[in-house]
Protein backbone atom coordinates (compact mmCIF):
# COMPACT_ATOMS: atom_id res chain seq x y z
CA UNK A 1 0.00 0.00 0.00
CA UNK A 2 1.09 3.37 -0.58
CA UNK A 3 0.57 6.71 1.14
CA UNK A 4 -0.21 9.94 -0.43
CA UNK A 5 0.33 13.62 0.98
CA UNK A 6 -0.46 16.69 -0.97
CA UNK A 7 0.70 19.98 -0.08
CA UNK A 8 1.29 23.33 -1.86
CA UNK A 9 -2.57 24.55 -2.46
CA UNK A 10 -4.24 27.93 -1.53
CA UNK A 11 -5.49 31.11 -2.42
CA UNK A 12 -4.49 32.90 -5.80
CA UNK A 13 -5.77 35.47 -8.14
CA UNK A 14 -6.32 34.99 -12.09
CA UNK A 15 -3.06 34.57 -13.67
CA UNK A 16 -1.24 33.60 -10.81
CA UNK A 17 0.91 30.19 -10.11
CA UNK A 18 1.07 27.76 -7.79
CA UNK A 19 3.16 24.87 -7.32
CA UNK A 20 1.22 21.51 -5.83
CA UNK A 21 3.56 18.65 -4.40
CA UNK A 22 2.97 15.07 -3.55
CA UNK A 23 5.03 12.84 -1.39
CA UNK A 24 4.63 8.90 -1.30
CA UNK A 25 5.69 6.60 1.04
CA UNK A 26 5.26 2.82 1.57
CA UNK A 27 6.14 0.76 -1.16
CA UNK A 28 8.51 2.45 -4.26
CA UNK A 29 6.37 3.91 -7.07
CA UNK A 30 8.71 4.14 -9.55
CA UNK A 31 7.32 1.85 -11.60
CA UNK A 32 3.94 3.45 -11.02
CA UNK A 33 1.95 5.59 -13.20
CA UNK A 34 1.08 8.70 -10.96
CA UNK A 35 -1.16 12.02 -11.21
CA UNK A 36 -3.64 14.47 -10.46
CA UNK A 37 -7.24 14.53 -10.30
CA UNK A 38 -9.51 17.53 -9.20
CA UNK A 39 -13.16 18.18 -8.20
CA UNK A 40 -14.49 21.51 -8.23
CA UNK A 41 -17.66 21.88 -5.92
CA UNK A 42 -21.21 20.56 -6.97
CA UNK A 43 -19.18 18.68 -10.12
CA UNK A 44 -18.17 15.19 -10.36
CA UNK A 45 -14.04 14.36 -9.75
CA UNK A 46 -12.07 15.06 -13.41
CA UNK A 47 -8.93 13.91 -14.56
CA UNK A 48 -5.99 16.34 -14.98
CA UNK A 49 -2.78 15.38 -15.54
CA UNK A 50 -0.60 11.78 -15.20
CA UNK A 51 3.12 10.82 -15.77
CA UNK A 52 4.01 7.24 -16.53
CA UNK A 53 7.08 5.85 -15.09
CA UNK A 54 9.39 6.49 -18.28
CA UNK A 55 8.16 10.25 -18.12
CA UNK A 56 5.32 10.34 -20.73
CA UNK A 57 2.73 12.88 -19.62
CA UNK A 58 -0.51 13.67 -20.13
CA UNK A 59 -3.45 16.43 -19.89
CA UNK A 60 -6.50 17.04 -20.50
CA UNK A 61 -7.55 19.74 -22.55
CA UNK A 62 -8.52 22.59 -20.34
CA UNK A 63 -5.44 22.82 -18.67
CA UNK A 64 -2.83 21.72 -22.11
CA UNK A 65 0.06 24.69 -22.14
CA UNK A 66 -0.87 26.35 -18.60
CA UNK A 67 -0.31 23.07 -16.15
CA UNK A 68 2.98 20.67 -15.73
CA UNK A 69 2.92 17.55 -14.04
CA UNK A 70 6.65 16.09 -13.02
CA UNK A 71 8.40 13.81 -11.11
CA UNK A 72 11.43 12.64 -8.87
CA UNK A 73 11.69 9.06 -8.19
CA UNK A 74 14.70 8.98 -5.84
CA UNK A 75 12.00 11.70 -3.68
CA UNK A 76 8.89 9.40 -4.25
CA UNK A 77 7.36 12.86 -5.41
CA UNK A 78 4.77 14.01 -8.16
CA UNK A 79 4.50 17.73 -8.45
CA UNK A 80 1.79 19.82 -10.66
CA UNK A 81 3.61 23.57 -11.56
CA UNK A 82 -0.05 25.31 -12.40
CA UNK A 83 0.26 28.65 -14.21
CA UNK A 84 -2.28 31.20 -15.13
CA UNK A 85 -4.46 29.98 -13.22
CA UNK A 86 -8.56 30.80 -14.43
CA UNK A 87 -11.18 30.67 -11.27
CA UNK A 88 -12.52 27.39 -13.30
CA UNK A 89 -9.55 25.77 -11.85
CA UNK A 90 -10.78 26.09 -8.02
CA UNK A 91 -11.10 22.24 -6.86
CA UNK A 92 -9.79 20.13 -4.08
CA UNK A 93 -6.51 18.51 -6.12
CA UNK A 94 -6.18 14.97 -5.12
CA UNK A 95 -2.61 12.78 -6.08
CA UNK A 96 -3.11 9.73 -7.55
CA UNK A 97 -0.80 6.32 -8.37
CA UNK A 98 -1.64 3.90 -10.25
CA UNK A 99 -3.73 0.41 -9.83
CA UNK A 100 -1.04 -1.68 -11.59
CA UNK A 101 2.84 -2.08 -12.38
CA UNK A 102 3.62 -0.41 -15.71
CA UNK A 103 -0.33 0.94 -16.11
CA UNK A 104 -1.99 3.77 -17.25
CA UNK A 105 -4.35 6.40 -15.31
CA UNK A 106 -7.50 6.99 -17.68
CA UNK A 107 -9.79 7.06 -15.45
CA UNK A 108 -10.55 6.84 -11.63
CA UNK A 109 -10.78 3.21 -11.81
CA UNK A 110 -7.77 3.11 -12.57
CA UNK A 111 -6.52 4.30 -9.45
CA UNK A 112 -4.71 2.09 -6.69
CA UNK A 113 -4.45 4.76 -3.89
CA UNK A 114 -5.97 8.78 -3.50
CA UNK A 115 -4.37 11.36 -1.44
CA UNK A 116 -6.13 13.53 0.89
CA UNK A 117 -6.56 16.26 -1.54
CA UNK A 118 -5.45 20.28 -1.51
CA UNK A 119 -7.20 23.32 -2.14
CA UNK A 120 -6.73 25.47 -4.80
CA UNK A 121 -8.47 28.73 -5.02
CA UNK A 122 -8.29 30.96 -7.82
CA UNK A 123 -10.26 34.62 -7.18
CA UNK A 124 -11.25 36.52 -10.14
Known amino acids: QVELVESGGGLVQAGGSLRLSCAASGRTVSMYTMGWFRQAPGKEREFVAT???????FYTDSVKGRFTISRDNAKKMVYLQLNNLKPEDTAVYYC??????????????????WGHGTQVTVSS
Open 96 to 113: VVGRTLYGAIQSQSDVGS
Open 51 to 57: IRSGGNT
